[in-house]
């Protein structure tokens, strides 16, 4: 239905409230805090969202593909109808649909053409569809918009390629006798047409400018819509996502480098009053970057790594900035990619022990807070509990 039909605003407003609830933990008993902005949440995960799909922008997607099958293959049953129905402005597209009444179907699908087609380039085939002034097929752009001053002087004017091309070239007839200073503008223009390959056999058809196979995928419209401004951000979405972790851990060290993750400074700031005092030593706030970098409790948690590397480390300020460092700093490990998970086996033994301290009013050795990191770390590398095959050295030793 999405693929086909324009969702009203009101009802994707009505499905991502549902969709909020579900993600927080909304529910008769419980009312979960936001933790992020919705429009953060569905936004991909490289520009550091949670990459949850955005419903307009993905229904957009899906609809453009119709355009890609309509443009380049409207001789089934289906083209014929629409074409039937709306009719052609030229060889790709239909006319506009401004009928005010009647079924909407095409019409939402009609109204993206204008986004749609910037993104494409016509490859020309037989030539028998597309139009040598018109139409978008020259890699240096559209003819009429280089050569305006050409286009006046000859007369086919809306010739396709079929027809202004033949065996021995270009068949171009102009008004009337050039200038001489008319001469070097004409042959600038002929240059330009001067490496066209010839017509084969086939059709035109449109070439999608986002991949190199040339070809349109869903998907690729809704990156693009997707992806604003994504050179100018730094964010360890690597780092998060592609680290070897259970899923549930990724959005937890995702909402660390968010820093929001109910600490009790953050519940503060959510007005609930609290004397926040860190539960391990004590001595200050209870903020994200206290517990998870600063604190010496997790230090001595870091030093577990480090101190078998003999790796001097400055402890950075954020958590984004130590999912980058603690990468860099493993440039020299045996298997990066255990070394990667590093940061969240920490991070997650860290968050599980303070748990403890507050909701069951428990607390482990240091010793044990050591040990369940290292076997989470175990854990994770092989997916199987640490007494199983592989020790707890082992893992050690793999960094
Ligand atoms: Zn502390």
């Known amino acids: ?22 993600l927080w933990q909304w529910n008769k008993e419980r009312r979960g805090y936001h933790l992020v902005k919705w429009k953060t949440v569905i936004t991909e ?65 009609r109204e993206l053409w204008n986004e749609f087609k910037p993104n494409t380039k016509i490859k020309v085939v037989d030539g028998i569809k597309t139009r040598f002034w018109k139409d978008d097929w020259h890699a240096e752009g559209n003819m009429e918009t280089l050569f305006p001053d050409i286009h006046n002087l000859v007369l086919q004017q809306q010739s396709t390629i079929a027809d202004l091309w033949t065996p021995q070239g270009w068949n171009f007839v102009f008004r009337r006798h050039l200038n001489d200073w008319e001469i070097p503008r004409v042959t600038e223009f002929f240059r330009s047409i001067d490496q066209f390959s010839g017509l084969e056999m086939g059709r035109d058809r449109l070439q999608w400018l986002g991949n190199n196979k040339g070809i349109f995928k869903v998907g690729a419209v809704y990156k693009k819509l997707n992806h ?12 998060i996502w592609k680290a070897k972790i259970p899923y549930k851990v990724s959005c937890f060290v995702w909402l660390l480098a968010k820093e929001v993750v109910l600490t009790q400074e953050n519940l503060m700031k959510r007005g609930i009053t ?8 004590g001595k200050t706030a209870e903020t994200v970057n206290h517990s998870f970098i600063q604190c010496k409790v997790t230090g001595q948690l870091w030093n577990l790594f480090l101190r078998r590397k003999s790796i001097s ?10 999912l980058f460092s603690w990468e860099e700093a493993g440039t020299q490990a045996k298997n990066r990619s255990n070394w990667r998970i590093v940061p969240a086996t920490i991070w997650w033994t860290i968050w599980k022990e303070r748990n403890l301290r507050v909701f069951e009013n428990r607390e482990s050795s240091m010793q044990q807070v050591k040990l369940n990191c290292i076997s989470t770390l175990c854990f994770w590398c092989n997916q199987i509990y640490s007494n199983d095959t592989v020790s707890i050295i082992d893992v050690l030793g793999s960094l």
């Open 1 to 22: 239905m999405m693929s086909l039909f324009l969702i009203p605003p009101g009802i994707i407003n009505r499905l991502d409230s549902i969709r909020r609830k579900i």
């Open 45 to 109: 995960k490289r520009v550091g969202g949670l990459g949850i799909k955005n419903m307009k922008n993905r229904s957009k997607d899906l609809r453009m593909k119709w355009l890609w099958k309509y443009s380049n293959d409207n001789q089934n049953f289906w083209g014929s109808v629409i074409k039937a129905k709306y009719e052609e402005s030229d060889g790709w597209m239909t006319k506009e649909v401004t009928t005010p009444y009647g079924v909407s179907l095409w019409k939402s699908i």
């Open 228 to 239: 604003p401004n994504l050179q100018l951000l730094k964010w360890p979405w690597k780092q």
């Open 274 to 281: 609290l004397c926040s005092r860190c539960f391990f030593c």
């Open 313 to 322: 480390w400055s402890m950075p300020g954020r958590i984004s900035e130590a």
